[in-house]
């Protein structure tokens, strides 16, 4: 029977998964069907601790956050997702694009944070050359020198090369020399093509969004991976994605980081579906560490999970809690809807993690750690 790093027996009541349990002892890789037995358990706290022992393994009790501030550059986005509430349209959001007097400004609003990660992705917006991207990493870089950019989709990256007259990788290269450091995950959603055909038949497919991730691999980037889950995906999808990742990253090898990402049903095409419940994301994030072997940190985004339901997701596999964000436009909360004032302090982040009975860590793009901040933790004024 395995031991978590405290010391505690692993308690199984369902049959399933003593036996997934002997297979992850013995080292064996985890299979489709294991997948979605895991997802279909009841066992819930048997399915927590089973991942819980694979982060202990891994990381120990320690939590990871980075000091980062999110920018969305532009709203205006011709491919119309039907999950997204995020692009302007009649009776939605008003569009806007940010010059760089605006992205210089919203920098230099949080000067006091000492963020060390500026995270920027925006809409497809036809109407911007190349060159404004170039400009906007430009902008960044002089704004916050030093600071890690993680920046565009593969569907952003995708546009870029089509309007560069460059080959994606060519693409890369000249983003990278304008200080892009890494890609975040999104634009793929789901893996599945009967998802994507019917949710955002305009993006890339699987396919597509592989090709354009080795190449992000191939260029030397680190790139991160998301799941869009709790919408029409089935079980056997869900697992199906974490297979494509799993198998993609034993080719390539640059993903550090998964990231399940709830779905937020207000102001979408699909409003009528319900939203995913605690249970649920404690689940996707536990199937998560278990099916992703080969990816090191498994986070849990607070924006959509709640701060309340991330900090039980760090007894359920997950080592991350994403970072203090400050501005999120992308999903509301429930409870302020349009306030896209999301922020945790860099205080509030390290109270969650210790609530938790959880080591936090402060961190750089790349998870080293970095010295915790005793002056705000002392005096959180
Ligand atoms: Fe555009 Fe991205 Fe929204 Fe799709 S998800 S409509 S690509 S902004």
Redesign the pocket.
Known sequence: MAKTNHGSQIVLKDPELIQISSKLESGERLSSEDGVKLFQTDDLNGLGQLANAQRELRHGANTYFVRNLHINYT?I?????R??S??SRRNGPQPYTLDYEAVKNRILAYRGERITEVHI????NKALPYGYYIGLLDTVKEALPGCHIKAF?A?ELQHMAQISGLSLLDTLEDLKVHGLSSIPG??I?VSSRRVHDTL?P??LNSDQWKEVSRCVAKAGLTQYATMLYGHIETIQERVDHLLFLRELQDECHHIVTFTPLAFHPEDTLLSSLPHTSGIDDLKMIAVSRLMLDNISHIKTFWVMNTPEVSQTALWYGADDMDGTVLRYE?TYSDDRPQDNEQGLSYYKMVRLVRQAHRIPVERDSFYMPLPLDEEIINDPS
């Open positions: 709203n986005c011709s491919n119309g997702c999950f997204c995020f692009y992705v925006g809409g497809i989709t569907v999104g634009g959603e955002f305009n993006k992308i």
